[in-house]
């Protein structure tokens, strides 16, 4: 069975992320593996980029805090551009063992308007893919 080590965990600083990280992070406790949180800041405006980044370095901050005190090992990511680009991009460049990622779960004419991050993803990486369903 193969053990993973360094667990990539891509959140949206939404509410989805507090079930997300709740089960990723009892996994990682088991397994005495690393977790990456990685979020991606879409934004079209200088200021808009700003103002994501100071509000996501917030919630990353508050996920590292809570993480670090339960004794998980954590690293945090942000990157800026379209969020499968990106997402793809840190994967190629790191050496995970495992993604995970909330299945948002929209309706067709959502997913047709705003496409699927989670389904591009899982078509274009090698590693295996943990897509959880948030609580609603």
Do not use: W
Not at 3 to 27: F, G, K
């Amino acid at each position: 069975m193969k053990v993973y080590r360094e667990i990539l965990v891509a959140i949206d600083c939404s509410p989805v992320d507090d079930s997300l990280v709740e089960q990723v992070s009892a996994l990682v406790l088991q397994l005495g593996a690393t977790l990456h949180l990685l979020h991606v800041i879409h934004s079209h405006t200088l200021d808009q980029e700003r103002f994501l980044r100071a509000d996501s370095t917030l919630i990353l901050d508050r996920y590292r805090t809570k993480l670090e005190s339960e004794g998980i090992k954590v690293r945090v990511v942000i990157r800026s551009g379209e969020p499968e680009r990106e997402i793809l991009r840190e994967i190629e460049e790191n050496n995970y063992d495992l993604v995970a990622m909330a299945a948002h779960g929209h309706r067709l004419p959502e997913r047709i308007l705003f496409g699927s991050v989670s389904r591009t993803i899982r078509q274009n990486i090698s590693i295996p893919l943990l897509l959880i369903k948030p609580d609603r």
